[in-house]
């Protein structure tokens, strides 16, 4: 089994940045994929990007170019770099991880409890 807890999230300025971080523990061994989502409120929850152990990396078009996921497959944490933050940013953003699946799917096996983003002046 694989445990996955997101942090990072928190109150920021229009504008402002945040920097999310996913730490996964248990079976990480083999966690192929490791990915970025993101709920609003009383929407559903959206793809936002993905990176594999090798680096290469897909993203959606919910961030345009304000995010970044980056991955430390060492430590077996995945980063989601948010930049520009706009009030439509605000939701609840949750790690994801497969140890098979990656790009061509987003049904991905272990998810994390989320971490809170709200972006407001």
């Known amino acids: 089994q694989v445990r996955l807890v997101e942090s990072g999230g928190g109150q920021v300025q229009p504008g402002g940045s945040l920097r999310l971080s996913c730490a996964a523990s248990?079976?990480?061994?083999?966690?192929?994929?490791m990915a970025w989502f993101r709920q609003a409120p009383g929407q559903e929850r959206e793809a936002v990007a993905r990176?594999?152990?090798?680096?290469?990396?897909s993203y959606t078009q919910t961030l345009g170019d304000r995010g970044t996921i980056s991955r430390d497959s060492g430590k077996n944490v995945v980063y989601l770099q948010l930049n520009n933050l706009k009030p439509e940013d605000t939701g609840i953003y949750y790690c994801?991880?497969?140890?098979?699946?990656?790009?061509?799917?987003?049904?991905?096996?272990?998810w994390g409890q989320g971490t809170q983003v709200t972006v407001s002046s």
């Open positions: 990176i594999n152990d090798e680096g290469s990396s």
């Open positions: 994801a991880a497969d140890p098979v699946l990656c790009f061509g799917t987003w049904e991905y096996e272990y």
């Open positions: 248990g079976h990480t061994d083999s966690l192929y994929c």
